[in-house]
């Protein structure tokens, strides 16, 4: 407290201690509070001795151990029991039914059975008027097997020549009867287990009554949409938990296995009769799941059963027309019943059902497009096969000139129908703020597909196919240029040019024109802001394959048309210049520099006429490289020019080393020096090294291998003068590089002379000779250090 009231006190003052101060006065507050601790826990030990000495402590006695914690409920335990004992009672039942039944007449039989039945469900309204509900449920569904049981006796007794599936037809109906009878007793009103049995054993008659009668197909799918509807009822009225939800799966596997089989049946139907009966079955399959989607509460619920209802109606409708219709018209004919349900639209409805019939709709449109897309796909990407036959003849029509390397669809003309129809349902029908965009943009691509398929469906010319698709891309570059789709407008043009070019490449003609067409279009496009980042570089694409094929077409050697090419990045560089802070200059920069691959791929094989490509190159480069902005690009033009040199050099079958290492050595020799001049800190290994090594090294290699004396004597002099001006200037580079290569070029001159030497001395003269060579290193070793350690310290202080 003392430490608060000084701070406080500070605080108040108008002079604030320093922080060293302050910092005292906190040790010494804090050793205060420490030795007041110490002398409240002497006290507190002391009084804790003096009460053990005046009263002993007995040791206190033992807590009693807890119960052991039982890990099943009382509940559970009864329910298991009455489980197992009904179990047990029905496998017991079950065994004197088919094992010990022989043994007994048939009086004893009928009275054994019958009042072993009756006992068994007389029992549980007992049981329920007691209170034992959970062994009255139990004893119930003892008594519902040995119902079973009590039919199966039967048949085997008074019917054994019935046939098996009507007999089990009519049990079953019978016992569903009996035990709805018995669980609506009211009596029996606490009993859960007889109105699920019931119902289980109603999903039987139907369908064994179909079986027996020899119905087929058709007859079986009707039994199983009947079931399935009357289970749809059940399951909408009743509600009883464990009814409803017994209800609605046997609705829903009855009606999936009847809509299913229905559906095969209209795929297989060969005649108008057989038509219309598997179209009556779906219908009825829609009619369940419409209902069930009109009575449910939940809306996420009344769509799902919506849209399988109005899929059913279609497949209904369209199984009859495709029946009628000739060939290659099913898939219109589909589409026709789909888009006709999109009138849901325009009818008072649910909003959940109206919801789900229209998304029905778009799926069989959908479907309608899918089945369209493998003949788009040859008509787009078909053409890309003219770049292994370019320049052979122009086809004979625009399907040929398509399809020229891959197989053309059966039935094109109704195939195409689907995009066709969808658009137009796209553009008239969808309405709202949301989706009227998108369903735009949907009708968009399917009008470009349509367009770009067309000719080649209809067999045009092959002009006319050049033309028609050049005035599509054209179509779409200009509603991009006008904002009204200028995202999607952008990527139709750009994809339709690609097909547009590569259809072109059967014709020499047809070529020239399209790849000028293409470049002044896109050209022009990149007029617009917007556009030009994606339209610039298109341009430049076709420019370059324009210049490609101009000198293609004029016989012109490969490395005359890379001129040509050239002027591509040419107009690349300039375009570029005049951008300025344009989101295009990025892109048309490296479209440019692209552009120059191809100059230098037809010019590879012609060395002088290369050097002359990349001289150009590099001037290109160089003139980019003046910009403040792009000062970087300098390398890249000292480069070109480098190779340039080099290519020359090899074209004059130049064969000395320092030809090519020397226009390397001196720029960089002048670069570092300058950059010393501005950066004195600069270290002579950053402005030095790589101009020194590129020629010193190669230098070297050459003369190791070099048998004349000219060679090494100038590479010693100019190692020599380098370690002197490196050591004039204490700088490292030189001094170590100069220094390397000088010692080295003179082991690799004294060497025949040390072999000479070596040859006339006795075998153990250099053995001697290492060994003195040894024992003098190791006793002069820490001198030597010190000397190292010196020397190293010497160059460090270099710069």
């Known amino acids: 407290m003392s430490y608060d009231v000084t701070r406080t006190t500070l605080r108040g003052m108008t002079h604030v201690p320093p922080p060293a101060e302050e910092l005292r006065l906190l040790d010494a507050e804090l050793w205060q509070l420490d030795a007041r601790r110490s002398q409240l826990l002497h006290r507190r030990a002391w009084l804790v001795a003096a009460l053990q000495s005046a009263h002993p402590v007995h040791p206190a006695p033992q807590a009693p151990m807890e119960a052991s914690r039982p890990e099943a409920t009382a509940p559970g335990v009864q329910n298991l029991l009455l489980l197992l004992g009904g179990v047990l009672l029905t496998v017991a039942a079950m065994v004197f039914t088919l094992v010990s039944w022989g043994h007994l007449g048939i009086a004893g039989r ?259 497009v899918a089945c369209a897309m493998p003949l788009v796909v040859v008509a787009l990407l078909g053409p890309l096969g003219w770049a292994e036959r370019w320049w052979t003849g122009a086809p004979s029509d625009a399907r040929a000139a398509a399809a020229v390397h891959m197989p053309w669809p059966p039935y094109p003309g109704q195939l195409l129908l689907g995009p066709v129809v969808v658009a137009a349902v796209l553009a008239l029908l969808v309405r709202g703020e949301t989706r009227r965009p998108q ?207 080099w290519v020359r050099l090899a074209a004059w079958d130049v064969g000395t080393v320092e030809a090519y290492t020397l226009p390397v050595t001196v720029p960089a020799l002048c670069v570092g020096a300058r950059r010393r001049s501005r950066d004195p800190q600069a270290s002579s290994w950053t402005a030095y090294g790589a101009g020194l090594a590129a020629t010193l090294l190669p230098s070297l290699a050459a003369a190791w291998n070099d048998p004349h004396w000219t060679r090494p004597l100038l590479l010693g002099t100019a190692a020599l003068l380098t370690t002197l001006l490196g050591a004039r200037h204490r700088l490292q580079a030189p001094l170590v590089l100069g220094g390397s290569v000088l010692v080295l070029d003179a082991l690799h001159e004294l060497a025949p002379y040390l072999v000479q030497m070596t040859g006339a001395l006795p075998r153990w003269v250099p053995f001697a000779l290492a060994g003195l060579l040894l024992l003098a290193l190791g006793a002069t070793y820490e001198r030597r250090l010190r000397d190292v350690r010196r020397v190293r310290d010497i160059l460090t202080t270099m710069n």
Do not use: N
């Open 439 to 645: 369903a735009l943009t949907g009708a968009t691509l399917l009008v470009w597909a349509t367009a770009m398929t067309l000719p080649a469906v209809l067999q045009l010319p092959y002009s006319t196919a050049l033309l028609l698709q050049g005035a599509v891309t054209g179509a779409a570059l200009a509603a991009a240029a006008f904002r009204f789709l200028p995202v999607t407008g952008t990527a139709l043009a750009l994809g339709g040019s690609v097909s547009l070019a590569f259809l072109s490449l059967a014709s020499q003609t047809a070529t020239l024109t399209v790849l000028s067409v293409l470049t002044a279009l896109f050209a022009a496009a990149s007029l617009r802001p917007h556009l030009a980042p994606f339209t610039a570089p298109a341009a430049l694409v076709y420019a370059t394959a324009l210049a490609c094929v101009t000198g293609l077409a004029a016989d012109w050697q490969p490395q005359h048309t890379a001129l040509l090419v050239l002027v591509v990045p040419a107009a690349a560089a300039l375009l570029a210049a005049r951008l300025g802070e344009s989101h295009a200059r990025v892109p048309v920069e490296v479209t440019g520099a692209a552009a120059g691959l191809p100059a230098v791929g037809l010019a590879i094989t012609a060395p002088p006429m290369l050097a002359l490509v990349l001289s150009l190159c590099g001037v290109i480069a160089a003139g980019t490289a003046v910009r403040s902005d792009r000062r970087p690009v300098g390398y890249a033009a000292a480069a070109l020019f480098l190779l340039a040199g």
């Open 110 to 368: 009928a009275l054994v059975l019958g009042a072993v039945t009756v006992a068994a469900l007389g029992a549980p309204l007992v049981l329920l008027r007691r209170g034992l509900r959970s062994t009255a449920e139990s004893v119930a569904g003892l008594g519902l097997a040995l119902t079973v049981l009590d039919a199966y006796a039967l048949q085997q007794v008074a019917f054994t020549g019935t046939d098996g599936a009507g007999y089990t037809a009519v049990a079953s109906t019978l016992l569903a009867g009996l035990w709805a009878a018995y669980g609506l007793l009211p009596r029996a009103a606490g009993l859960r287990l007889p109105l699920p049995a019931a119902l289980a054993a109603a999903q039987l008659p139907l369908l064994f009554w179909a079986v027996s009668a020899g119905a087929g197909s058709t007859g079986i799918a009707a039994a199983l949409l009947v079931t399935a509807g009357f289970d749809t009822g059940v399951a909408l009225r009743v509600t009883a938990g464990s009814v409803r939800v017994l209800a609605a799966v046997g609705a829903h596997g009855t009606g999936a296995l009847g809509a299913l089989t229905a559906g095969w049946l209209s795929w297989d139907a060969a005649g108008p009769g057989a038509a219309a009966r598997a179209a009556a079955l779906l219908t009825l399959a829609a009619a369940i799941a419409l209902v069930a989607a009109w009575r449910l509460p939940k809306p996420a619920a009344a769509t799902g059963h919506a849209v399988p209802g109005g899929l059913l109606l279609v497949a209904a409708v369209g199984g009859v027309l495709r029946v009628a219709l000739p060939d290659g018209w099913t898939v219109p004919g589909y589409l026709a019943c789909g888009v006709a349900l999109s009138a849901a639209l325009r009818v008072r409805l649910p909003e959940p059902v109206r919801r789900g019939l229209v998304q029905a709709s778009a799926a069989v449109q959908a479907v309608a």
